[in-house]
């Protein structure tokens, strides 16, 4: 009897430890159904570069999210930042790969600043003033790139970086969840991050400084899309204004799969890990199971929502399940 | 009884929010007319007919824009329009094709972009829990996918017996039959929200949905019907979408959701809910389709009205904001 609760306990009571079991359940589902191909060292590099972008924004919308926010103009921003630098290589201004990551970046920062003042500074509601945000940088990239693209061969030099079989974009992804994964658990700004998502005002009459807060998350929001841009050029090896357009709700959808709230102040890094490698698992494992790609959005819709709808029934039963113990 | 719960809202904020509206719509009639002048000094060809001729392209979005309004007065929001006008258009071209009169095209049209929003409202309503943002995130994506799926590998069809739907897209006179469609949608919206029970318990919701709850207005029905209404509206869309564009693909209806809302935002209603009313939402719609028709006839890149709306967006989220830290800082001094 004992043993069964605390064994309950663990599967309901950690969101990672019911999504790790989640995952594999699917693998193995997924290994059986395609024949024993799914599961090749191809496949796994394919998955998290293809997927890279999202992971790697999927981060800074945890911020976002944590501290009750939401950030809709990061694919803009991506575009914006994109094509800024695949325009430099384009037009021979610049062909060096870590100055274009830092211009990327840098794009990237001055875009979540805008956001991050006005949203803390301007008491503008965050979906408001991103949905301008997002109008704002995907026309200016199609205003600089004057209905041009940056083609393969003008980035050639710099797609290298993110080409098949390169290990650039792993390498940013390990260096940057490791780094994610040590300020949210152990550094002050992380936890003051959930401090202001759990409760603004007792965060306020507690000393911190929101407003910074706010901003600051913004910022480390818009830095990742810049970089993401830079990602994106060198993975898919071209700069189109239209990159990646919607996908920002692919990113939002990763983390509420990985059991960040929307509400903020609930998630964490190991599991929007998991919800992005979640999501891109299923994007991927579909074809292989002989399901065409036109079922594929009705599906990963279908998946979020099941999610979505799961998480309010177990949180629904963990609370009547505490009340109980309680009248004991 | 609502006269006098009418009085007493009116009666405390005179002084600040009712001029700030006031002033608001002032403001967008002044913004409207700009846009006009403009328009006719970047292009010859910019005239009361060429405008009215060009509008139906455009109008089909403000369709929309009403029911948008009320759900984001009752302090909630539906990011999944945009898929239900493209899988209502796809479900209406379909019915075309097989031979349907117009009469069937449009009941299929508004059928299921109502069953789409009372999907959202059910799930709403039945998970109260759920902010709508993720659960018409989820649809948004159910509901393309279901188009998607029924568009085929091709990924777009098109409306084959365009004599159906033609009465649609219609003039009277310099006038396109949409445009009355919109003026009726205004005139019933706009009164319902500011004359009826029903528009007066959207406010209540907005402004404080468990006191609205324990004032006894039955929230969760409301939010229901909002959210049902909205998806019907966008059936219409659809519907007049079909009439100008005649066909559908899997990218129909692509961003009409964050216009829809950029709209309302930009005439004044906050998306915190309870503020802000119809008619300056009516305006700011026309003031953006006239300035897309403008750019549009002087061939300006197309891209730079994205620009153009973000900044009026923010900007105009910005001044309300301000003015009201301001004025709470100068009501702290007084105090003090």
């Known amino acids: 009897m004992k043993k069964k609760k605390s064994l309950k306990e663990i599967l309901t009571g950690s969101r990672e430890v019911s999504l790790i079991l989640i995952l594999i359940a699917l693998l193995i589902v997924v290994q059986i159904l395609s024949g024993g191909t799914f599961l090749t060292g191809q496949n796994i590099s394919q998955i998290f570069r293809n997927n890279a972008l999202t992971m790697l924004m999927a981060l800074g919308m945890l911020c976002v999210l944590l501290t009750g926010g939401i950030d809709i103009s990061i694919t803009s921003i991506l575009a914006f930042s994109g094509m800024t630098i695949g325009l430099l290589q384009k037009y021979d201004i610049l062909h060096n790969t870590f100055l274009l990551f830092v211009i990327a970046a840098a794009i990237g920062l001055g875009c979540g600043l805008l956001n991050g003042l006005i949203i803390s500074r301007g008491h503008v509601a965050p979906i408001i003033c991103t949905m301008g945000a997002m109008y704002i940088w995907r026309g200016l990239a199609y205003v600089i790139s004057n209905n041009a693209w940056a083609s393969g061969e003008d980035v050639s030099g710099f797609s290298d970086f993110g080409k098949d079989g390169a290990i650039g974009p792993y390498i940013i992804l390990i260096a940057v969840y490791v780094l994610f994964f040590i300020v949210m658990k152990w550094t002050r700004f992380g936890r003051r991050i959930y401090a202001v998502g759990s409760n603004p005002e007792a965060a306020q009459v507690s000393g911190i400084n929101v407003a910074g807060v706010l901003t600051k998350v913004y910022m480390i929001m818009g830095v990742l899309a810049g970089m993401a841009g830079a990602l994106s050029v060198a993975v898919y090896a071209s700069a189109q204004p239209n990159m990646q357009y919607g996908k920002e709700m692919d990113v939002i959808a990763a983390c509420v799969i990985g059991g960040v709230s929307m509400s903020g102040g609930r998630g964490t890094v190991l599991g929007t890990f998991l919800g992005a490698l979640f999501y891109a698992i299923v994007a991927k494992a579909l074809p292989l199971v002989g399901l065409q790609a036109i079922w594929q959005n009705l599906i990963k819709g279908i998946i979020i929502l099941v999610v979505v709808l799961l998480n309010v029934l177990t949180q629904r039963a963990m609370d009547r399940a505490n009340l109980e113990r309680r009248e004991i | ?336």
């Open chain 2, 1 to 336: 009884m609502a006269k006098k719960s009418g009085r007493t809202i009116d009666a405390t904020p005179k002084g600040g929010v009712k001029r700030l509206i006031f002033r608001w719509e002032g403001g967008l009639v002044l913004i409207f007319i700009a846009v006009l002048i403009l328009g006719s000094l970047i292009s010859n060809s910019y005239n009361a007919v060429s405008v009215l001729r060009e509008m139906p392209k455009y109008l089909c979005e403000i369709i929309m824009m009403f029911a948008m309004g009320y759900i984001l007065i009752i302090a909630e929001i539906d990011i999944s329009v945009g898929a239900i006008v493209c899988l209502s258009a796809t479900m209406g071209c379909f019915a075309g094709n097989a031979g349907m009169p117009l009469i069937v095209v449009a009941l299929v049209c508004v059928g299921t972009g109502l069953a789409c929003g009372a999907l959202n409202g059910l799930i709403l309503t039945r998970f109260r829990e759920l902010p709508a943002m993720i659960v018409t995130l989820a649809t948004q994506i159910i509901f393309r996918g279901i188009a998607e799926v029924t568009l085929g590998s091709g990924g777009s069809v098109s409306f084959q017996n365009a004599g159906t739907i033609m009465p649609l897209a219609n003039m009277v006179g310099p006038i396109p039959v949409v445009f009355f469609v919109v003026v009726a949608a205004a005139i019933i919206f706009i009164f319902a929200l500011s004359r009826t029970t029903f528009g007066r318990r959207l406010y209540a919701i907005g402004s404080n949905s468990t006191a609205a709850a324990y004032a006894g207005i039955p929230v969760q029905r409301i939010r229901f019907t909002n959210f049902a209404l909205i998806g019907l509206m966008a059936g219409l869309c659809a519907l007049f979408y079909l009439s100008t564009t005649l066909g559908a693909n899997t990218t129909t209806g692509q961003g009409y959701e964050m216009d829809v809302i950029a709209m309302c935002v930009f005439g004044g209603i906050a998306t915190t809910g309870g503020k802000g009313n119809l008619v300056g939402a009516l305006i700011a719609g026309f003031t953006i389709v006239c300035l897309r028709i403008a750019l549009g006839q002087r061939n300006i890149n197309t891209q730079l009205i994205l620009v153009i709306i973000g900044i009026l967006l923010i900007v105009s989220v910005l001044i309300p904001a301000i003015s009201a830290s301001l004025s709470a800082k100068k009501k702290r001094k007084t105090v003090a």
